[in-house]
């Protein structure tokens, strides 16, 4: 009963989202209405009695109250540091000099495709700085898009490329990464080093011959004709900042690793104090160029409303995902799935697989990574300790299919904000992205396979 039930609940929340719900009171809904069918079907109790508060409906509510507590102090504060910090170098204009600057070195490749896969490649590594897969979307949509087109690429291909190139959320600062390292009780700089950087040495190589090999392919079979043309210079350039403004992105992530078990150990560092650094720094280099103390002031609220956003958007959907896991698990679907798998022969790399498959199917029909990522991070813990494995060896391939899956559906952020700013469709963009994805999600499969299981 409590498996019929809660594949009905489940169902229910999928639709509901696809439909452009809001999904945080969707699965906080879903939640509560698991836990409470839970206790009148006695098939569970939602918090243990010393816990309680004497009263099962309020003992729901608890348990929100208890997880938003700890996650807004602790894991909340690093993604909201995070968000504040990408939100206010966006305003200054320094993330638009970053990418400004790193662009140049592939103008210096005579090959059009060539110069489209390093453009993809050089938007993975600017993902480390600036984590947002839609902010740097638009950023290369404004700096690159335009070079790629006069150098004779489609305006298809350039935006696929573009759409994809933070197909691995895989910064030490990424909000999915600090969720995924926290969860499996890892330091994500550790976690950074040891477990997402070789799964990317794998992946980026792969992806970019499948890009080149996949557009160039696409645009002959459609007739394009590459011609070069010349490139108008970018209206936006009289407001661009100075190009040593390119460095305040990657200070954070430069403090947070260098100060770090990998060298300064003797030096305490984290992300919340490297991103407070950062904003501070940025503002000495905003009052040096405009010498207004006042504008210097006023523009610092762009950081704090970034704070707020990511505590919207951010910290809320990961503690409904919580809350629906947390009914599940109490009305006994997750020990059930176990069982099962177990007395199938699947064993822990099934479980793995299945996992991974649900994520990468939620992502692409919700259009978003986090929402099932989030719903379901809480729940691998328990999962793999029956299972006998590592927390981290079935999260880190679920997290990366999450953001490698969601470049391949025509409605999420990242694809329609590509896709509009390019000029063309979005369902004839995830045509040109389906193939490079895929076979990122082959190689992050089988290089966790290889590597850490």
Request: charged share 10%; glycine share 8%; with cysteine.
């Amino acid at each position: 009963m409590g498996i019929i039930l809660s594949l009905l609940v489940t169902f229910w929340v999928g639709y509901l989202i696809v439909k452009k719900y809001k999904p945080q009171p969707v699965l906080f809904m879903a939640g509560l209405i698991l836990m409470f069918a839970a206790v009148a079907l006695g098939l569970g109790q939602i918090l243990p009695v010393k816990d309680s508060t004497g009263s099962v409906l309020f003992d729901a509510f608890e348990f929100i109250k208890q997880t938003m507590s700890s996650r807004a102090a602790g894991l909340g504060m690093n993604i909201m540091a995070v968000g504040g910090f990408a939100r206010y170098m966006d305003h200054i204009g320094a993330s638009k000099a970053l990418v400004k600057l790193t662009i140049r070195p592939l103008l210096a490749l005579r090959s059009p495709y060539l110069v489209m896969a390093g453009a993809w490649v050089l938007g993975m590594f600017l993902g480390l700085c600036i984590n947002s897969a839609s902010g740097l979307a638009m950023l290369l949509m404004v700096t690159v898009f335009p070079v790629l087109i006069s150098l004779g690429v489609s305006r298809l291909s350039a935006t696929a490329v573009i759409a994809t190139t933070l197909c691995l959320d895989w910064s030490p600062s990424d909000t999915g990464t600090i969720l995924s390292a926290t969860t499996a009780g890892i330091d994500p700089v550790l976690y950074w080093t040891n477990y997402q950087i070789p799964i990317a040495i794998a992946v980026i190589p792969i992806v970019a011959v499948l890009h080149y090999v996949t557009q160039k392919w696409f645009d002959k079979r459609d007739g394009h004709v590459v011609q070069a043309t010349e490139l108008v210079a970018d209206e936006a350039d009289a407001n661009m900042p100075p190009m040593i403004y390119a460095i305040l992105p990657a200070l954070p992530l430069a403090l947070i690793l260098a100060f770090s078990s990998l060298w300064i150990t003797w030096i305490k560092m984290d992300i919340i104090k490297a991103m407070f650094i950062g904003v501070a720094i940025g503002m000495i280099f905003e009052y040096v160029r405009c010498r207004d103390g006042k504008k210097v002031l006023a523009d610092i609220q762009s950081f704090f409303d970034g704070l707020g956003l990511q505590m919207a958007n951010v910290i809320t959907l990961i503690v409904a995902g919580e809350t629906f896991a947390k009914g599940l698990m109490t009305i006994g679907t997750i020990d059930a799935i176990i069982a099962s798998a177990q007395s199938s022969g699947f064993g822990a790399a099934g479980m793995i697989l299945v996992m991974v498959g649900i994520i990468a199917i939620a992502s692409v029909v919700m259009g978003s990574g986090n929402a099932p990522f989030f719903a379901f991070a809480a729940l691998t813990p328990v999962v793999a300790a029956k299972m006998s494995v590592a927390p981290v060896v079935m999260l880190l391939p679920m997290h990366f299919a999450a953001s490698a899956a969601r470049a391949i559906s025509p409605i999420t952020a990242v694809i329609v904000v590509a896709s509009s700013m390019g000029g063309v469709s979005p369902f004839d963009v995830v045509k040109r992205t389906a193939i490079p994805m895929i076979g990122a999600l082959i190689v992050i499969i089988v290089a966790n396979f290889v590597l850490f299981y």
